[in-house]
């Protein structure tokens, strides 16, 4: 393995840490700012409520509704492939990258629901 092999699993670690870092020293400065001009600390905890629907709820409905856009479009592309006779190449990608982001928009419109 040679020096610039090593090098790039090393900048990978090294990017995603000082993401990380700069994450936290920015948001530990704020907070300690807020608190130097007297802020209430109760600024720093979200008066939302909590998530009505569990989280593996959204994850599965999400995942299956993609999945099952994924296998229509596999299906509406050999018919486009075998009937009109589009060209498989052009029929195959478009037709799943479409349906996919149809399952997709479908789950983001039901997760919607859930929560009412």
Request: glycine share 10%; proline share 3%; charged share 15%.
């Amino acid at each position: 393995m040679s020096f610039i092999e090593a090098l790039i699993p090393l900048s990978v670690f090294g990017c995603i840490f000082g993401i990380f870092y700069l994450f936290i020293a920015a948001r530990n400065k704020e907070r300690m700012a807020l608190i130097e001009k007297g802020a209430d600390a109760s600024i720093f905890y979200s008066s939302k409520e909590k998530r009505v629907t569990p989280i593996w709820k959204v994850f599965l409905l999400n995942l299956s509704l993609l999945l099952m856009g994924i296998g229509l479009g596999i299906f509406i592309a050999g018919i486009l492939h075998q009937v009109i006779g589009v060209d498989a190449d052009i029929a195959y990608p478009g037709t799943i990258f479409l349906m996919a982001g149809v399952g997709l928009f479908t789950g983001f419109t039901m997760t919607k629901n859930l929560d009412k």
